[in-house]
């Protein structure tokens, strides 16, 4: 990964901004990895697996 490109997760519970939002930046050459999440709970379960992002962006508003 190049100084510039980071990898980034989105958490968010609506698919169509959720979906947006990854399509935005899946297209963008600032991020070389663009993973999503429907929940908390969600990024929870699958961190052991997961590599450390440099950036999390999450929906404030949440359920539960």
Do not use: C
Not at 24 to 40: A, D, K, M, P, T
């Amino acid at each position: 990964m190049t100084n510039h490109q980071k990898s980034i997760y989105i958490i968010e519970d609506q698919d169509i901004i959720r979906n947006g939002i990854v399509g935005l930046l899946s297209h963008s050459r600032w991020f070389e990895q663009v993973l999503s999440f429907s929940s908390g709970e969600e990024i929870i379960e699958q961190i052991p697996t997961l590599n450390p992002a440099n950036i999390i962006l999450v929906d404030i508003g949440l359920p539960v």
